[in-house]
């Protein structure tokens, strides 16, 4: 811990040190040693405070009545609150780890009658808009000048954790590392300070997203936060966690219902959201359109929702600047899920000779038919079909981290005479099937380059601006590696 505290002061402004994290014959040393250039708040929570140890009330009195005169802080949850010293800064804070309580005023006005200096209010929304509650509070704090700390905890609640401070919040809680975050959704101080620079945000803030659930993988952050950075512009991208669409965007997004004042300026859309976003936008890109799935939104000053799709772009894009002309070439794509469909209609455009192949007929014949493409099951028995083919697409999970990551669509020998294979699946390390690729002496490419090329195009939309693709790639390949 006390190690802990000195890499601490490397990016903290303040400190927290959870005394409840350490065992009882471990308290008394690390308190008199604890020490730091920084100002450090002493926290010492019961468990159904979100406590990590198993202190009574009696020890945890017994803890806040020692001399503490040497923290800046002291955080205490309502059964304790009475004990604070007056010559310290006190923060009056309530948790909920597994909810949103309806009476979420009532707690704030009982914590606002405490002789504390600040109010911490910590919830666990599961949905993006069940967040609200406790950033409304912040606003409306702000007009009676509280000092309020506004968490919602989770994926569903990152977003405020990053906008807090710019809208005034007193302070955000970051962890020291991956490994050693306190609470669910906190992010590290490092990614916090350097990716979402938390520090430079501010009102005028453009506000930018990927909307989708799960989102605590996606890579977005990673490629649009440091191309803000790059260019100098104002704006930060947030994972948002969004489950019900049709609440967030009524909620959070149209003008005329929204309930908070974001300054929301365009979205990435993931699933499951790519098919339904669309009946929310005021105008769409004929490309989009004819795919039948958006990736991007992009919203005008007066609140208007145009929507795009840079998926068939980043993947056509990446493909020719590898392979070359496609016109004629007798190309196979792998699954016939939104990833594929936005393939297959890029190379139908440029005139290539597409085949779907997947293991579901109904779904396959029906993307193929729609697509006007050929359709092949994809059977157990897949070496046949790979000899009537130039190019390989893996448009399916094989070789994703997780259960399938060992898994290849085919082996070296079977890719013997195939000229590309084009890997969707975004790794640092090759995918077996490039794997397989590159024993046989087949050209391939990773997911990677389609995902640079879709982002660098939303970039574009959103901004006018061209980012750089060699930032994009070195920022997505060190997050990639940390995975
Ligand atoms: P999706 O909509 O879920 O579609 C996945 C497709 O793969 C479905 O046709 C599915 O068939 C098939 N599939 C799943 N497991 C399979 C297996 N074990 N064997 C054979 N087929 C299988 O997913 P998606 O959004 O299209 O994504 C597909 C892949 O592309 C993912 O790896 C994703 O990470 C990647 N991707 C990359 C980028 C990029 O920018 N690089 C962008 C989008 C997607 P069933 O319907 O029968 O399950």
């Known amino acids: ?49 979100g406590g990590k140890g198993t202190a009574n009330l009696n020890a945890r009195s017994s803890f806040w009545g020692r001399d503490l005169s040497k923290f800046w802080a002291l955080d205490l949850e309502e059964d304790v609150a009475s004990l604070a010293p007056s010559a310290t800064k006190i923060i ?52 009676s000048k509280k000092n309020i700390i506004p968490i919602a905890m989770g994926d569903a609640g990152k977003w405020t954790r990053i906008l807090g401070p710019a809208y005034d919040a007193f302070m955000t809680y970051a962890s020291l590392d991956e490994a050693s975050k306190t609470a669910d959704g906190q992010i590290t ?13 501010d009102r005028d803030t453009r506000v930018y997203g990927v909307l989708g659930d799960p989102v605590s993988s996606s890579l ?35 003008p005329e219902t929204r309930e908070v004042e974001l300054n929301f300026a365009g979205f990435s859309v993931t699933m499951p959201h790519k098919q339904n976003i669309i009946k929310h936008l005021d105008a769409i890109d004929p490309t989009a359109e004819k795919i039948g799935a958006v990736n991007t939104v992009k919203i005008d000053g007066g609140g208007k929702l145009t929507g795009y799709n840079t998926d068939a772009h980043g993947f056509i894009t990446s493909l020719k600047a590898n392979f070359g002309e496609i016109k004629d070439v007798r190309v196979g794509v792998f699954g016939a899920g939104g990833a594929a469909r936005a393939c297959v209609y890029a190379l139908q455009e440029e005139g290539a000779d597409v085949t779907i192949f997947a293991r579901d007929m109904s779904k396959g014949e029906a993307l193929a038919n729609n697509l006007n493409v050929g359709f092949r099951r994809l059977s157990e028995d897949r070496p046949p079909v790979v000899k009537t083919l130039d190019v390989i697409v893996n448009a399916t999970p094989l070789g994703m981290k997780g259960p399938l990551e060992n898994d290849s669509l085919f082996t070296a020998d079977q890719l013997s005479g195939v000229k590309f294979v084009y890997d969707l699946v975004t790794r640092a390390v090759d995918t077996p099937i490039l794997a397989e690729a590159k024993k046989a002496g087949v050209p391939a490419i990773g997911g990677l380059e389609m995902l640079i090329e879709q982002g660098l195009k939303q970039f574009e939309i959103w901004t006018g601006r061209a980012a750089s693709a060699e930032i994009a790639r070195e920022n997505l390949l060190d997050r990639l590696r940390k995975r």
């Not at 040190?17 to 926290?43: M, N, Y």
């Not at 101080?189 to 945000?201: E, G, H, M, Q």
């Open 1 to 49: 811990m006390i190690a802990n505290v000195r890499r601490a002061e490397e990016f903290a402004d303040v400190i927290e040190v959870r005394f409840d994290c350490l065992r009882a014959d471990e308290l008394e040393s690390a308190f008199d040693r604890v020490e730091s250039i920084k100002p450090l708040l002493a926290t010492f929570r019961s468990s159904e405070q």
């Open 92 to 143: 009056a804070s309530f948790h909920d780890f597994s909810d949103v309580p309806n009476d979420l005023a009532n707690i704030f006005s009982r914590l606002s009658e405490t002789s504390s200096d600040l109010i911490k209010i910590a919830i666990t929304p599961v949905d993006i808009t069940e967040a609200l509650p406790v950033w409304k509070l912040l606003v409306k704090e702000q007009e």
């Open 189 to 201: 101080a490092r990614d916090l300070i350097d990716v979402y620079r938390v520090k430079d945000l």
């Open 220 to 254: 977005s952050p990673y490629m649009h936060n440091p191309a803000f950075a790059a260019d100098g512009i104002n704006a930060v991208f947030i994972p948002f966690l969004v489950k019900d669409l049709d609440t967030f965007i009524r909620r959070m997004v149209r």
